[in-house]
């Protein structure tokens, strides 16, 4: 029981085998196995820090070129609708003009026309009517009587005797 | 009563044996191959069964060494998860019957110990420093020299001392419950101290495995002696 004998040195023989043989045949893999799984495991979880870090630092830069963006853009939206005002009005205060003068100017051609118009009408109808006269009453009368006739006789004409001409 | 510690010793070319404890001993070694096959037969990444449990346990020394020794000391995992293996399989293996712990025999701690304090403990510091590993026998000055002498042959002889105090211990324990009482009456208190002496089994090998890596951490720390 506690005597020491020579199985001190059989047991220390055979411990140290045990150990030889389990480090070379099971110890050893299974060791680099795990120990593999822990440097993996280490290293993704450093790369998913560094990853994460990353892509906060991504994240920030495009949320500001975002936001920059969306600045110019509503600058450039801005731009083109007070420029696009300021062209439609001009275009519409142009057009008002044009059509003012048009007006105007037609308006005036109009009156010109009518004038001339009724003016060369009147001087057809009183050298027609002189000619009407002579000829019916065969007789001549003098510029102060002739006159004072064709006025009358004018002046008795119905509306349906000259037609739709207005004087 | 009187098998308690009794060992049949035979005798070779001269020399003594204890014939039950190397026997012993070689089933624990047969069953720690065994589970070594089984953990290692088909180590995947994901662990598995035996890997699995296996790896569970590497990871409490591996954490142990890193806590002592640091990361360099990784290379030296497999010797305290052999030590504890062995040590939880021979614990256990006089719980059965017909069977004794090899570690009820002085000569088994005692080699262990002195493997493991003396051997490996210096064989590493040798190896790490070379000759000049051995000036620290002189620190803090020369004289010293004794105490550190003592210190030598104390650290073996108390880890060996406590290991084969406890587990011869239980088994005679088992062996006195056993004829305490008849069979009927027995068997609970004997289960019970079955279920016990399980617990001591581990919790003894632990210890012994955790006092050899503090006897070797300081020759394995990469700026001792360096």
Redesign the interface.
Same mark, same amino acid.
């Given at each position: 029981m506690v005597d020491v004998n020579s199985t001190f040195f059989i047991q220390m023989l055979n411990f140290l085998v045990l150990l030889v043989v389990l480090k070379k045949f099971a110890w050893g893999p299974l060791l680099k196995v795990l120990h593999d799984r822990t440097d993996k495991i280490a290293n993704n979880i450093r790369q998913a820090d560094e990853d994460r870090q990353q892509a906060a630092e991504m994240k920030k830069e495009y949320e500001q070129k975002l936001s920059e963006a969306r600045k110019r853009a509503q600058e450039i939206t801005d731009s083109a609708t007070q420029r696009s005002e300021a062209e439609r009005r001009a275009r519409v205060e142009e057009t008002q003009q044009e059509i003012e003068q048009m007006k105007s100017a037609a308006k005036a051609q109009i009156q010109a026309e009518r004038d001339e118009a009724a003016k060369q009408m009147k001087g057809h109808m009183v050298a027609l009517s002189l000619a009407a006269a002579t000829k019916l009453m065969g007789k001549n009368m003098d510029d102060a009587a002739n006159e004072a006739l064709v006025g009358e006789f004018i002046d008795g004409l119905s509306k349906e005797d000259l037609g739709d001409l207005s004087c | 009563m009187d098998k308690i510690?009794?060992?049949e010793?035979v005798e070779f070319a001269g020399?003594?044996? %204890?014939e039950e404890?190397?026997i012993m001993?070689?089933i624990t070694?047969a069953i720690? &191959?065994l589970i070594?096959?089984l953990?290692?037969r088909n180590?995947?990444?994901v662990?598995t069964g035996w890997?699995n449990a &296996?790896?569970a346990i590497?990871?409490v020394w591996?954490e142990k060494i890193n806590t002592m020794i640091g990361p360099s000391g990784?290379s030296l995992?497999?010797?305290f998860?052999?030590l504890f293996v062995?040590l939880v399989i021979a614990n256990w293996l006089g719980l059965f019957p017909a069977m004794e712990s090899?570690t %009820?025999?002085? %000569?088994?701690t005692?080699?262990?110990a002195?493997?493991m304090s003396f051997?490996i403990h210096h064989g590493i510091g040798l190896a790490r420093c070379g000759i000049s590993y051995l000036k620290h026998f002189l620190e803090p000055f020369a004289p010293f020299i004794l105490i550190h002498l003592i210190e030598e042959c104390a650290r073996p002889a108390s880890l060996a001392f406590r290991l084969f105090g406890n587990i011869?211990a239980g088994e005679v324990l088992i062996i006195i419950i056993l004829n305490l009482a008849p069979w009927y009456a027995n068997w609970a208190p004997h289960v019970v101290w079955v279920i016990f002496s399980l617990a001591v089994g581990v919790i003894q090998a632990y210890i012994f495995t955790t006092l050899s890596l503090v006897y070797v951490a300081p020759a394995a720390q990469p700026h001792e002696h360096e």
């Open positions: - | 510690g009794h060992r010793v020399y003594l044996f %204890n404890t190397i001993n070689f070694m720690v &191959i070594a096959f953990a290692s180590v995947k990444e662990p890997q &296996i790896e590497a990871e591996e990784r995992t497999h010797i998860l052999t062995y090899p %009820n025999d002085l %000569n088994t005692l080699s262990l002195v493997t051997l011869l």
